[in-house]
């Protein structure tokens, strides 16, 4: 299994930017996929996912009402759609998918899910 992301870059406050995660080697079909930030010395903090069944969606207060997550099963890829960027949500982003029998509202630990991806950098001036 292997989670991709791309979209990162560089971008003026107020910018957006969409986030992607491509999954080969798994579908998403009713897991939880979450998006994680980190900045340099800092842990990694969860700030939004997805139930891949019913599309439910949560957010950390930091980002909802300015972030959206959403998947096209299609493309087996889910988006991080980020408008209003901050200089403080400057970052490398992950995707993690498959959180098991926990429930998606719970998707703040990296290391609860059982796929992660590699990480894109987001930097924002």
């Known amino acids: 299994v292997q989670l991709v992301e791309s979209g990162g870059g560089s971008v003026q406050a107020g910018g957006s930017l969409r986030l992607s995660c491509v999954a080969s080697g798994y579908t998403y079909h009713g897991g939880c996929v979450g998006w994680f930030r980190q900045v340099q010395g800092k842990e990694r903090e969860g700030i939004a996912a997805?139930?891949?069944?019913?599309?439910?969606?949560y957010y950390d207060d930091s980002v909802r009402g300015r972030f959206a997550v959403s998947l096209d099963a299609a493309r087996n890829t889910v988006y991080l759609r980020m408008n209003g960027l901050k200089p403080a949500d400057t970052a490398t982003y992950y995707c993690?998918?498959?959180?098991?029998?926990?429930?998606?509202?719970?998707?703040?630990?990296?290391?609860?899910?059982?796929?992660g991806g590699q990480g894109t950098q987001v930097t924002v001036s």
């Open positions: 993690a998918a498959d959180l098991g029998p926990m429930s998606c509202g719970s998707f703040y630990h990296f290391t609860d899910y059982l796929y």
């Open positions: 997805i139930n891949t069944g019913n599309s439910n969606t």
